[in-house]
């Protein structure tokens, strides 16, 4: 069974208009992540979060919010959607914190903006 | 902030063929290292995390090499099969900053049967 959900899976959004995209896990990890996957780039951090409450921005956080309302539960808020974010978004939770922290990704969501 | 070369970007090979990819770092003061395996619509997965040394994992037929002087971490697969085609990232941690790894741009792997 899946530790890391995402959803919804595929998304079409229109520009300007507001996404969410939702993440879950059954791991009770502290830190978790968002990330965005594009050809040439690897995966790149959005936002990140240490627990129920607490979010921080990552490498590109311009144009996402985010939002971690529980321990299991972590979501990603583009208010104004752009064509620009049209990517596969990866949702993901870290076991122990620090340099050896191990991340478990989601399966993805890919978000298509028109 | 570190940086993270991966290479090659496609690499396509026959079944029992070895493969081999590369990354290289910038920080020194880097740490963990990470490869993840991603197989198509899938996420991430860990491969092997290492610290400090060689790593060989015989039992997924691969060998993980750390070189800090040369700073470069090489994914070896002996003997490839069609079941290892995926995406594979490195990823390295550092002490400095908020310790969030960072990703090579990712190494596709097709093996031929």
């Not at chain 1, 752009?82 to 620090?98: N, W």
């Not at chain 2, 920080?27 to 997965?45: I, T, V």
Request: with cysteine.
């Amino acid at each position: 069974e899946a530790a890391v959900t995402q959803s919804p899976r595929n998304k079409v959004a229109v520009t300007g208009g507001k996404v969410t995209l939702s993440c879950n896990q059954t791991n009770n990890h502290n830190n978790m992540y968002w990330y965005r996957q594009d050809t040439g780039h690897g995966l790149r951090l959005i936002h990140y979060s240490y627990g129920a409450g607490s979010t921080e921005k990552g490498d590109i956080p311009d144009g996402y919010k985010a939002s971690r309302p529980s321990q299991e539960n972590f979501s990603l808020i583009l208010e104004l959607a752009t064509p620009s974010q049209t990517s596969v978004y990866f949702c993901a939770s870290g076991d122990a914190g620090g340099m050896a922290e191990t991340l478990y990704f989601g399966s993805g969501t890919r978000l298509t903006v028109l | 902030g570190e940086q993270v070369e991966q290479r090659p970007p496609h690499l396509s090979v026959r079944e029992g063929d070895s493969a081999v990819i590369i990354c290289t770092y910038t920080d020194p003061n880097s740490y963990y290292f990470f490869w993840y395996k991603q197989e198509p619509g899938a996420g991430l997965q860990l491969l092997m995390k290492v610290f400090s040394s060689t790593e060989i994992n015989e039992g997924q037929g691969f060998t993980v090499l750390l070189n800090k002087k040369d700073k470069q971490l090489s994914l070896n697969l002996t003997a490839a099969h069609p079941g290892d085609s995926a995406v594979y990232f490195c990823a390295v941690s550092t002490s400095g900053g908020n310790y969030k790894p960072t990703f090579g741009k990712g190494t596709s792997l097709v093996v031929h049967p």
